[in-house]
């Protein structure tokens, strides 16, 4: 139980609809990300986000967008769907690591995967 | 160039014995930290181990060490008496600047290890 909790966990869309996927984060950290895991491949940086300014952009466009609310969960919005957007979706919160001075590391949802035909 | 990588794209490993998974790094930001993710089947991200750019001891959690060779910018994930549960993939990762730099990830391409009994 990482405290991240993501939902659907599984959805499918087809070419150019929208979709919106959710995080929250049971320990109410003021820093949420997003990031794309193609099939076979690491994740990938979408943006982050801090006290719901987004504060950092990975190479994606701007149809991927999200929102971050007062009570830190999060939305990553995705619109005009294409077929490479099909991947597992994981968003993280951030925590600092007990017993080392000023690291912080990422905590991970179990991801929602999307399949866009 | 490539920020991660990670040249095993797949390793075995007999149960009870240690098993090394190797990853380089590419940067050029002298403040920077090191982490290993660990990735099951079911999707989630588990946080293994950390080490700062600045720390002088590599780093230790339970039966993972890190074997940090900084002038080689190495930094490989060493596993200690393999268990079962152990077969996952396994990611390579780096923050570029400082710890409050924010939530971007780097990761390599991943390794997946599969524990034999």
């Known amino acids: 139980e990482t405290g991240v909790t993501q939902s659907p966990t599984h959805l499918i869309k087809t070419r150019g609809q929208q979709v919106t996927l959710r995080c929250s984060s049971q320990?109410?950290?003021?820093?949420v990300s997003w990031y794309q895991q193609a099939l076979g491949q690491g994740p990938q940086f979408i943006f982050q986000?801090?006290?719901?300014?987004?504060?950092g952009r990975g190479n994606f466009p701007p149809r991927f967008s999200g929102l971050q609310f007062p009570n830190y969960s999060s939305e990553l919005n995705v619109n005009a769907l294409e077929l490479d957007d099909s991947a597992l979706y994981l968003c993280?919160?951030?925590?600092?690591?007990?017993?080392?001075?000023?690291?912080?590391?990422?905590?991970f949802g179990a991801g929602s995967r999307l399949t866009v035909l | 160039a490539q920020k991660i990588t990670q040249t095993q794209p797949g390793m075995f490993v007999q149960e009870k014995e240690a098993v090394t998974l190797d990853c380089t790094y590419d940067?050029?930001?002298?403040?920077?930290?090191l982490f290993w993710y660990k990735q099951p089947s079911s999707g989630e991200m588990i946080f293994l181990i950390y080490?700062?750019?600045?720390?002088?001891q590599n780093a230790t959690e339970g039966r993972y060490s890190l074997n940090f060779q900084k002038a080689r910018k190495s930094a490989n994930l060493v596993i200690s008496a393999s268990q079962l549960g152990d077969s996952a993939m396994y990611f390579c990762?780096?923050?570029?600047?400082?710890?409050?730099?924010?939530?971007?990830?780097?990761f390599g391409g991943g390794t997946r290890l599969m524990v034999k009994p």
């Open positions: 940067t050029s930001d002298p403040s920077y930290g």
């Open positions: 993280a919160s951030r925590r600092r690591l007990a017993g080392a001075v000023g690291a912080n590391v990422l905590t």
């Open positions: 986000y801090y006290r719901e300014e987004e504060n």
């Open positions: 320990s109410g950290h003021n820093t």
């Open positions: 990762a780096m923050r570029e600047g400082p710890h409050n730099a924010g939530n971007m990830l780097t």
């Open positions: 080490q700062g750019s600045y720390d002088q």
